[in-house]
Nanobody, 119 residues
Framework: QVQLAESGGGSVQAGGSLRLSCVNSGHTFASYGMGWFRRPPGKEREFVARISPSGRHAFYADSVKGRFTISKENAVDRVYLQMNSLKPEDTAVYYC????????????WGQGTQVTVSS
């Protein structure tokens, strides 16, 4: 059974930083690409960042490029999202997900972690 659990969210002022973590029970991260997604208030869930199974290759949404960094520790089945220079528009619930070989998220979602950025 896949169980993803995100943590590390909180409330920060614009310009601040947060580091999100995602842990898993049931499937090892090593064989999968992983992604971070977010759901802003009143909007659909959107892609934020993804990382290859090896952790060597990453890709970002234009809105976060240069500010967010995704990383992966396969040995401990964790994936991270370092978020710097946060903006109010980054306010959302953030989720991690396993990705298919075509980078689509599998339909396993945790509770997410709330990030609130005030101006």
């Amino acid at each position: 059974q896949v169980q993803l659990a995100e943590s590390g969210g909180g409330s920060v002022q614009a310009g601040g930083s947060l580091r999100l973590s995602c842990v898993n029970s049931g499937h090892t991260f090593a064989s999968y690409g992983m992604g971070w997604f977010r759901r802003p208030p009143g909007k659909e869930r959107e892609f934020v960042a993804r990382i290859s199974p090896s952790g060597r290759h990453a890709f970002y949404a234009d809105s976060v490029k240069g500010r967010f960094t995704i990383s992966k520790e396969n040995a401990v089945d964790r994936v991270y999202l370092q978020m710097n220079s946060l903006k109010p528009e980054d306010t959302a619930v953030y989720y991690c997900a396993f990705l298919s070989s075509t980078y689509q998220p599998y339909d396993y979602w945790g509770q997410g972690t709330q990030v609130t950025v005030s101006s």
